[in-house]
Nanobody, 115 residues
Framework: QVLLVESGGGSVQPGGSLRLSCTLS???????????YHWSPENQRELVATINR????NYGDSVKGRSTVSRDNAKNTVYLQMNSLKPRDTGVYYC?????????WGQGTQVIVSS
């Protein structure tokens, strides 16, 4: 059974940084293309970043230049480093794992950016 667990969220002031983690268990991370999504308090979903099995990355327009996605297959973990956080970054961040027609989601980690 594949499980994803996100962590690293919290409350920060505007301009601050957070590093989110997503740990996959039950299967080697190296098989999976991974995506981070942001759900806003207004229930809008936004793609934040993707990293495929080969390590290629892609970012949503709202986070380009402020965020870095990376993976450590040995630790079965994907990271999202977010800098220069803005109040609009507030919400729940989910990671998604995709391989061979199967998609898995974690439970999310909450980020609050407020002064």
């Amino acid at each position: 059974q594949v499980l994803l667990v996100e962590s690293g969220g919290g409350s920060v002031q505007p301009g601050g940084s957070l590093r989110l983690s997503c740990t996959l268990s039950g299967s080697p991370l190296s098989f999976y293309d991974m995506t981070w999504y942001h759900w806003s308090p207004e229930n809008q979903r936004e793609l934040v970043a993707t990293i495929n099995r080969g390590g290629d990355t892609n970012y949503g327009d709202s986070v380009k230049g402020r965020s870095t996605v990376s993976r450590d297959n040995a630790k079965n973990t994907v990271y999202l480093q977010m800098n220069s956080l803005k109040p609009r970054d507030t919400g729940v961040y989910y990671c998604e794992a995709y391989y061979s027609g199967n998609t898995y989601w974690g439970q999310g980690t909450q980020v609050i950016v407020s002064s």
